[in-house]
């Protein structure tokens, strides 16, 4: 069973830039969630893809978007980066559509913007 | 900018002694909370759950708290390892919104030896 795998691990765009990063589902699971972790705070939610569908979304602005594929891997979009957007942002997996069962999270894609 | 969330809480303890970290939630309706383990340069962990109908839950070497009427929760680990330093996290799933988990701020533990 593999888990989580985001990519890249590591990146840095200059401000005004456009970003996609990528996240592998674990195996079985259906359910994608997007979080963004500045440094030194806990994950905030962004949205989550449930079967290709947005299934809820955080207070992040319409330049964060996100697509899911059929095999449930997913992507994260964001527009006209921004100093702010510089954090860690992490992908989570689950079975569920809701936040139950437990995430299986990646071990993210850390974004530097300058 | 100065990020203002650098100072997270921090609790030292010695190798072989028990820990509790403490969390304040924010949301009375969240029926489901979560503590997760953040190691440096992963993704948060799984550690245990619970659910608002009990109060204490058991895993290996953890036990989680809860108490509803003061909105807290608490993470007990037993007899400390060095493996077990990390960044340690609560999180609450509100009802409302019920499709993503609320993360509080975080506390770092450090064992030594």
């Known amino acids: 069973e593999t888990g989580v795998t985001q990519s890249p691990t590591h990146l840095i765009k200059t401000r005004g830039q456009q970003v996609t990063l990528r996240c592998s589902s674990q195996s079985g699971h259906n359910t994608v969630s997007w979080y963004q972790q500045a440094l030194g705070q806990g994950p905030q939610f962004i949205f989550q893809?449930?079967?290709?569908?947005?299934?809820g979304r955080g207070n992040f602005p319409p330049r964060f978007s996100g697509l899911q594929f059929p095999n449930y891997s997913s992507e994260l979009n964001v527009n006209a980066l921004e100093l702010d957007d510089s954090a860690l942002y992490l992908c989570a997996s689950s079975s569920y559509r809701g936040g139950r069962g437990g995430y299986t999270f990646g071990s993210g894609t850390r974004l530097t913007v300058v | 900018g100065e990020s203002v969330g650098l100072h997270l809480p921090t609790l030292s303890v010695q190798e072989g002694d028990n820990s509790i970290i403490n969390c304040a939630y924010s949301n009375s309706a969240s029926d489901y909370f979560i503590w997760y383990k953040q190691e440096s340069g992963k993704g948060p962990q799984f550690i245990i759950d619970i659910r608002s109908n009990m109060d204490k839950r058991q895993g290996q070497r953890v036990t989680v708290l809860l108490n509803k009427t003061v909105k807290h929760l608490s993470l007990q680990i037993a007899a400390t390892q060095p493996g077990d330093s990390a960044v340690y996290f609560c999180?609450?799933?509100?009802?409302?919104?019920?499709?993503?988990?609320?993360f509080g701020q975080g506390t770092r533990l450090t064992i030594n030896p």
């Open positions: 999180a609450e799933n509100p009802l409302e919104g019920a499709q993503k988990l609320v």
């Open positions: 893809y449930y079967r290709e569908e947005e299934n």
